[in-house]
């Protein structure tokens, strides 16, 4: 239940102006709504309305199973050698140097993440040419192919050629295709719940608010959901 006097009280304690005040900045400054942080209203006023319950969380989960499975991953580093806008002589030139570069980073002992610092010219060198973890879909297919074909710790066997360069590539680790289990993914769940509520409840209290503000104010887009 929407409880104004409440509002008013809070508002002055919260905000450190009073409702008066509260309503005449929403009447005079187009802004003020659309940059206000709803949080303060939503958790006074709608308290009941925000709360999830654990049967709901339950039942979200098992309602969209898909949004809980994640698909096999690699995590690879890699030394790109860049041809775009080279001509054939430019693009041999730098076929020679990759080459050479897949020679040093086969050698027993080689640091992979040095030569990647030192000659890459992807902006992942700065990371020793760490890509962290990524799905099929997220790279190139020739990358990606490559990449998923080849075993945690190794090399790939090949120089692989993108419409980016060439690439050497060095695959660290992988992880199978799972489903998160509820455990894992409950607090996940409670707060896309808590958001969707939020939604619902932002747009009912700026209709309340903007009945008490005045004409001045319906007339303002509504704010976005508070984050």
């Known amino acids: 239940k929407w409880d ?3 509002f008013r009280q809070q508002v002055q ?34 308290k009941d309305q925000l709360k ?7 039942q979200y989960y098992q309602d969209n199973p898909d949004k809980y499975k994640t698909p096999e991953q690699v995590r690879a580093s890699h030394i790109l050698l860049k041809t775009e806008g080279m001509d054939d002589a430019g693009k041999e030139a730098t ?10 980073a086969q050698k027993p002992g080689a640091d ?7 000659n890459s010219d992807c ?8 890509l962290n973890f990524f799905a099929k879909e997220r790279m190139v297919p020739p990358f990606s192919k490559a990449a998923f074909a080849t075993e945690a710790g190794q090399i790939h066997s090949e120089i692989v050629e993108t419409q980016f ?11 199978e295709a799972r489903t998160i289990p509820f455990a894992e993914a409950k607090d996940g769940v409670r707060a896309t719940l808590v958001g969707q509520k939020k939604s619902e409840s932002t747009k009912d209290c700026y209709e309340k608010l903007s009945a008490q503000a005045g004409d001045n104010v319906k ?5 976005a959901m508070p984050g």
């Not at 999830?52 to 339950?58: A, L, R, T």
């Not at 140097?97 to 040093?104: E, F, G, T, V």
């Not at 360069?165 to 992880?175: L, Q, S």
């Open 4 to 6: 104004l006097e409440e």
């Open 13 to 46: 304690k919260q905000m450190n102006i009073s409702y008066e005040q509260f309503v005449q900045r929403m009447k005079g400054d187009p802004d003020f709504l659309a940059d206000l942080r709803l949080s303060y209203v939503l958790e006074l006023n709608y």
């Open 52 to 58: 999830v319950s654990d049967q709901e969380v339950s």
């Open 95 to 104: 076929k020679t140097k990759i080459n050479k570069l897949m020679a040093d």
């Open 112 to 118: 992979f993440a040095a030569l990647a610092k030192a």
């Open 123 to 130: 902006p992942s060198k700065a990371q020793g040419g760490d």
């Open 165 to 175: 360069g060439y690439h050497i590539i060095k695959v660290t680790d992988k992880k």
């Open 219 to 223: 007339r303002l887009e509504k704010p």
